[in-house]
């Protein structure tokens, strides 16, 4: 008899990227729920090379305004200027969602680790947050984008140009209208079982 999926399985198979995210997101509660989910990820040697910015209300909008100033300074580099509509999708970037968090991987000065290894603890994090978020029953999506290698933009969320913005994961209710499917992965192209 097949065993019946825990619900940490089940968040994790019906965890899908959702856009549309609208209020109430998450309380405050929920918030440091998935907060410590998020630093409760594995990190090779302990040395918790996590950072985490949130973001809600009016600091969605604050942060738009930087990153419009940003985008100015990237194209400005390229002898470019910014369309109107290019400055209103970064004005509201964050606004797409009540609550955005901002996952970096930064470095510790003792214990030197390959970079490979920060990213990838970092990454756990992230995704621990979204099945957090999943399980509570909010919308979710990890978002990237320019921004995230963007100096200036690392420098706002207090870490260093060396170190890694690894995604802005925007969280919500998914709005109405929307149920995303599932996933019912095919694993065959992707495993192999080792011979000699
Ligand atoms: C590192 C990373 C960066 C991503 N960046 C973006 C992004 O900038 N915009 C976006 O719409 N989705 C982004 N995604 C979400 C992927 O598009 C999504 O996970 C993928 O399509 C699989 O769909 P699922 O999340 O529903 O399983 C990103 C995902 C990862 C892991």
């Known amino acids: 008899m097949r065993t019946q999926p825990n619900a940490a399985i089940r968040a994790i198979f019906s965890r899908r990227s959702v856009g549309r995210l609208s209020v109430p997101g998450p309380s405050e509660g929920e918030l440091i729920t998935i907060l410590r989910a998020g630093a409760a990820a594995p990190d090779h040697k302990l040395t918790r090379p996590f950072w985490f910015v949130v973001f809600e209300g009016k600091a969605r909008e604050e942060f738009g305004a930087l990153l419009t100033e940003a985008l100015i300074d990237r194209l400005a580099a390229k002898g470019l200027q910014p369309t109107p509509g290019q400055l209103d999708k970064e004005r509201n ?104």
């Not at 990237?144 to 963007?150: F, I, L, N, S």
């Not at 890694?164 to 109405?176: D, M, Q, R, S």
């Not at 149920?179 to 011979?195: G, L, R």
Request: hydrophobic share 45%; net charge negative; proline share 7%.
């Open 93 to 196: 970037r964050f606004t797409r969602a009540p609550l955005v968090i901002a996952v970096a991987a930064v470095r510790n000065e003792e214990i030197s680790l390959p970079e490979q290894e920060i990213i990838s603890a970092a990454a756990a994090a992230a995704q621990n947050m979204l099945l957090a978020a999943t399980s509570l029953g909010y919308g979710s999506i990890w978002r990237t984008g320019e921004p995230a290698y963007d100096p200036r933009v690392k420098a706002a969320l207090g870490i260093k140009e060396t170190d890694f913005i690894v995604g802005f994961l925007y969280f919500g209710t998914i709005a109405e209208g929307i149920t995303p499917e599932p996933h019912d992965p095919d694993i065959s192209s992707i495993t192999s079982a080792w011979e000699a």
